[in-house]
């Protein structure tokens, strides 16, 4: 995704990457069970050899298309630790009172999970009355808001001071606030990103070596035609794909999924003949569930990006209100839901695959479908959701910005500031601005 004269592999090799594995499974397929109808209605019994499927290349998010050229041809991120950093946004009044202690803590060089694992050796509690809202990047500068629950308010004797942290790693505390709830996963608004890059080669001046031999009206140009872009991005969105942490390291999350999903089903726990309340089952094989869905999602999405109905809506859409949950079916477009799509008020959705998909019609149900049945690989990952009766779900096709705002530190370096809502990635608007990101 490095060449600036080559638009078209630019927005289709995600597509294409995805037909040549489908075509040699097909082949595959079609010898073994003697013709192709039999390929195209394989089954979760009949298992994909993964020998055949270059999964790190599928999962790979920069080979997935954008509705436009970036003007960025190259550029490095997370060069340092502050050069990608997050905060997490979750506005509360807290009451001052109960057994919680809510805790504003700002860590570089170590993950979310780590961090409650320490809290919990340092407060002396078990590990699953830590609580907190999102899990945040390693490679980051980050603050978020974790809760302990400290019984009658007994607090350690020593202050929180890992000394079992390596060179790179850093934990402090910002505020502390007592609370009478549990911090629990979901519950921030939204994430503010503050990210750098660094070195940049522009698009419009790069020469074969990717050097920026320009003159100085050639580099206010190309300055120029990146700030369009983001003017353009920050009042239409981008594609909302799910990032490249969702698969894992070379997509081992969705080899996961696949062996998961070869093994059978287990057998939901009789409930208790005494239990009075009936106990919402304990989610299992969460990552590897999440990388099936997302995959498919990313596929379709793709599929939307290359016909352009991503950010316009087909006959049939389910479409998500901006801002919140709610979702409503439209059989056909007029001018008003044109107007609302337009203005941002609502967005073309795609599913999170899984049972009881009925809400999606026409055109839009016609294009999911066809995404999945034209891959062996993805159906596979779509029989498992459904055979663990995993019930389908809806997301926006399309990444609103929020206060986005950037400045030039020198002529290679770009400090971009913007807000996503949750559940969302800061890759997908780096992706659309640079062909390839190195980090």
């Not at 999350?253 to 208790?272: G, K, Y």
Request: hydrophobic fraction near 35%.
């Amino acid at each position: 995704m490095t060449s600036q004269d080559n638009q078209n592999q630019i927005t289709t090799t995600s597509q294409d990457s995805l037909d040549s594995q489908a075509a040699t499974l097909d082949s595959t397929a079609v010898a073994q069970n003697g013709n192709e109808q039999k390929a195209n209605d394989q089954t979760a019994s009949e298992q994909i050899d993964l020998a055949h499927i270059d999964i790190a290349a599928i999962t790979d998010t920069a080979n997935l298309p954008q509705p436009s050229l970036q003007p960025i041809q190259q550029a490095t991120y997370k060069a340092n630790t502050t050069d990608f950093i997050v905060n997490e946004l979750l506005p509360l009044d807290f009451t001052g009172e109960g057994e919680h202690l809510w805790l504003h803590i700002e860590k570089s060089g170590m993950n979310t999970a780590y961090l409650a694992k320490l809290l919990s050796e340092w407060a002396d509690i078990p590990l699953r009355d830590v609580g907190y809202s999102g899990l945040k990047d390693r490679h980051a500068l980050t603050t978020q808001w974790f809760s302990l629950r400290i019984p009658k308010k007994q607090l350690p004797p020593t202050e929180f001071a890992p000394v079992d942290i390596g060179e790179n790693e850093t934990v402090t505390i910002l505020a502390q606030h007592w609370h009478n709830k549990k911090l629990n996963r979901g519950t921030h608004r939204a994430n503010q990103f503050v990210i750098t890059l660094r070195d940049i080669q522009f698009a419009s001046v790069g020469d074969k070596n990717g050097e920026n031999n320009a003159s100085p009206e050639q580099l206010l140009s190309a300055k120029e035609a990146v700030e369009q872009h983001l003017t353009r991005i920050g009042r239409n969105g981008v594609p909302n794909y799910f990032g490249p942490q969702r698969f894992g390291r070379q997509g081992n999350n969705v080899r996961e999924a696949l062996s998961l999903f070869a093994r059978p089903p287990r057998e939901p726990r009789p409930q208790p003949k005494k239990s009075k309340r009936k106990r919402a089952p304990r989610e299992q094989n969460t990552m590897e569930l999440s990388a099936a869905r997302s995959l498919i999602f990313n596929e379709i999405l793709a599929a939307r990006v290359l016909n352009g109905s991503w950010n316009t809506g087909l006959a049939g859409e389910v479409f998500n209100l901006d801002g919140s949950g709610s979702i409503f079916t439209s059989e056909t477009l007029d001018d008003t839901l044109h107007a609302r799509i337009d203005s941002g008020d609502i967005h073309p959705t795609a599913v999170l695959w899984g049972t009881d998909n009925d809400k999606v019609t026409g055109s839009a149900a016609d294009l999911e479908s066809e995404v999945v049945q034209h891959s062996p690989l993805l159906m596979q990952l779509a029989t498992g959701l459904e055979q663990r009766d995993i019930k389908a779900q809806r997301r926006a096709l399309r990444l609103p910005i929020e206060a986005l705002s950037w400045e030039w530190s020198d002529d290679q370096t770009l400090v971009l500031n913007f807000t996503l809502t949750t559940g969302s990635f800061a890759t997908s608007v780096l992706a659309s601005l640079v062909q390839q990101l190195v980090s």
